[in-house]
Each structure stands twice: as C-alpha cells, then as structure tokens.
C-alpha cells in the first residue's frame, strides 16, 4: 500500500526536511508532489536521489492525492486546507490555523495519539508549535507518573524558526558585524547577530507574545487541561535547535533519579545528563537529530515536588517536519487511510 503525498512549502525550511525524513523514514509513497508558491515554480528540490520540479499550489488538483503536508504559513492554509480536505486528502498542517479548533486533533504522537480519530470532521490534523512539541514530549513521561501542577518555562529559540528569512538574516548581519558592514534588520524586531530578543510573534493584551500563548493553549489540549503553564519565549543567535530550561511543580514526590529513569524509557527522549563539563546537549548537537534531549535533570527545593531540567530538540524535525511524517505513520498503522489508487 503507498501513497501520493503533497508537500506545499517544500522550498522552505520545513518542507525541505519534510522531503528527506518522507525518505530517510521510507514512509510508503507511490508518489511526492513538491509544491509552493508560483514564484518557485519550475525550480527543483531534492526527495532522497531524485529531483522534484516544485508546481504551483494554486494550479494543483488534489483529487487523487492522498495526503498533503502544509507548510507554506497560516494564511496559506487558512485558504487552502479545508478546500483539500473537503477533496478527500488528508491535511497535516505545520502551521497555527486550525491548532485550536475543537473539530482538529493536535497531535504529537508520543502523546496524543488516540486523539487522531478526530481528523475525519475536517480532514484536518494539526501539527504543535515547534516549542510545545519537544516540551510535551519530555514532559508526557513524567505526568503520568507525578501529574504535572505547573510549568515555568523559558526558550531559546534558532532563528530557523522564523523561516529561511530567519537563517538567512542571521547569516547577513552576523557577516556585516565582521567586516564593519552596516547591519540590516528586516526579519526580526531588532539585530540578532550577537544578541538575543525576548519576542517571539506579536503582542497579546495581557503582555505576553502569542508564541507564549501558543505554548499554554497547546499543552492544554494535548496533555492535561488542568496543566498551569507561563513561558517567556526568546529568539537566540543559533541556526537550528530550541532549547528550553523548565521549571516543574508536581502533585506527587519525584526525585531527579526517577526522573531520568523515566525519560530514558520515553518514547522520543533521550537523557544526556551527565554532571561535569560538557555532561549536556546543547543546540549544535540536536540539529539533524529526531530525539528530544534532556540534561540538566535536577530537584528545586524552593517549591514541594519541583524538578528543573534542559530540554532541546531540532526544531525543523520534531518541531515540525519529523512530527508531520509521524503523524502520517499513525494514520497508515491504525489503518485510518487507503490510497484512492490501488497499486497495479
Ligand atoms: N520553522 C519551524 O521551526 C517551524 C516549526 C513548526 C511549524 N512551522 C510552520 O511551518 C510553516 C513553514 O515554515 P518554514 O520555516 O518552512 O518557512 P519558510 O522557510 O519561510 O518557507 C515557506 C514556504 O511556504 C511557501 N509559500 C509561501 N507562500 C505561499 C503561497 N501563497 N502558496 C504556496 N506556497 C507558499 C514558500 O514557497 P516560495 O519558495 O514559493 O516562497 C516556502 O516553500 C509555517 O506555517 C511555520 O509556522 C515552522
């Protein structure tokens, strides 16, 4: 049994990863369809060792693909998604539009994965905030053991993040500072080269950023509705890889032994947490990687049953691209789609 899959956004970031883990992963397709906007249109993209010419979206006809893997932003698939979904194809959506729709599952399939069901209402099937999905994927482990209260949470988000636009501004203004160039800022709010930005998305009423919001919303539907979470979500000076430094609260005693015991049996972690030099990840090392890393595993006195770790994940796999190809697997595993061709 294979597939036809169409990735839209596959000039992107995301949606060229989303072509090399479609093949590192050997998801079963008859088929790929590398699709963007018509200002790509006729350029080529890599899928294993063939070369895609990407089409253009709005002159595509999803009538006979079977899955279609978004990621081109929110307002491309505000537009897009349900006039796909309502062909018969099933949406992975990478971006926010449909994340908090009651009638759309959001999945993270180390968590979530009998809430998948859902995606017949809409054909639609949402993919989390790159920051939620590594965070929820440590944290599932130990909420079933302890049952989370509260989280505190700060990130240091790469600018891959914010888009090829992202890297590449990173990339110019880091070159310019070296050789006393002027120094443009276009993608971000201020210079990033250097430096980092306590901004992430636009400004909410009550101070914080949606970026932030985005985090307490979606670890609400995915994990535990009764979960209190606040973030404070920051843009650093690295390529690829969030990082996040968590703070825990939980209702029963855990100690940071358990802990790591815990997390080393989880699906999707691996513990790196060692008490010396270097005895951690750091976002370098988790770039091309699929695991959620955690180090840092350690006990915080000043509340009852507090834990502080270090979580880090490649954004663009498990914050996107990886979560999106999973997602597809569990649909293929629990037999939730057939292709509409039936192999020859
Ligand atoms: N980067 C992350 O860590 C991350 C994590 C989770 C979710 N996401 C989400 O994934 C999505 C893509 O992010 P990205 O980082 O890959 O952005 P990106 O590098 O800027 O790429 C955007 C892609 O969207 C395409 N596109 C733009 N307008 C389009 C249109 N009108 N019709 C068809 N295609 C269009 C672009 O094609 P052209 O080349 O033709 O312009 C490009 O392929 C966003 O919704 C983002 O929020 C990103």
């Not at 999905?133 to 505190?152: S, Y």
């Not at 404070?232 to 825990?248: D, K, L, M, Q, Y």
């Not at 997602?327 to 057939?338: C, N, T, W, Y």
């Amino acid at each position: 049994m294979s597939f036809k899959v169409a990735v839209v956004g596959a000039t992107g970031n995301v949606g060229r990863e989303m072509l090399n883990i479609l093949d590192e992963r050997g998801f079963p397709v008859s088929e790929v369809v590398a699709l963007a906007s018509r200002r790509s249109q006729g350029t080529e993209v890599s899928f294993g060792d063939r070369t895609l010419k990407v089409k253009a979206l709005d002159q595509y006809d999803f009538s006979d693909t079977d899955i279609c893997v978004m990621s081109a932003g929110g307002n491309v698939s505000k537009e897009w998604s349900p006039k796909i979904g309502k062909q018969g194809c099933v949406v992975i959506d990478n971006s926010s539009a449909f994340r908090y729709d009651q009638d759309v599952p959001l999945i993270v399939p180390e968590v979530n994965p009998d809430a998948i069901s859902l995606f017949t209402r809409k054909n639609i099937i949402a993919n989390p905030n790159c920051s939620t999905a590594q965070l929820v994927v440590a944290l599932k482990p130990l909420h079933d053991v302890a049952t989370i209260k509260r989280v505190v949470v700060a990130t240091y988000q790469s600018v891959s993040g914010a888009g090829k636009e992202g890297m590449d501004e990173l990339f110019t203004q880091t070159r310019a500072v070296f050789v006393a160039d002027q120094v443009d800022v276009k993608k971000f709010t201020k210079r990033i080269a250097f430096n980092v930005i306590p901004h992430i998305d636009v400004f909410l009423d009550d101070g914080f950023t949606k970026e932030e919001w985005k985090m307490v919303a979606e670890t609400k539907k995915m994990l535990d509705p009764k979960i209190k979470l606040t973030a404070t979500c920051v843009r650093v000076p690295v390529f690829i890889g969030h990082s996040e430094a968590v703070n825990i609260e939980f209702e029963k005693p855990i100690t940071a032994d358990e802990a790591r015991d815990i997390l080393r049996e989880a699906p999707g972690c691996q513990v790196l947490d060692k008490r010396e030099n270097g005895g951690y990840i750091t976002p370098l090392e988790s770039a091309g990687e699929d695991a959620t890393f955690i180090s840092r595993i350690r006990e915080d006195s000043t509340v009852d049953n507090g834990l502080s770790m270090w979580v880090v994940s490649d954004n663009l796999r498990k914050g996107a691209a990886l979560n999106a190809v999973q997602i597809a697997e569990l649909l293929v595993e629990r037999g939730l789609i057939q292709p509409k061709k039936k192999a020859a």
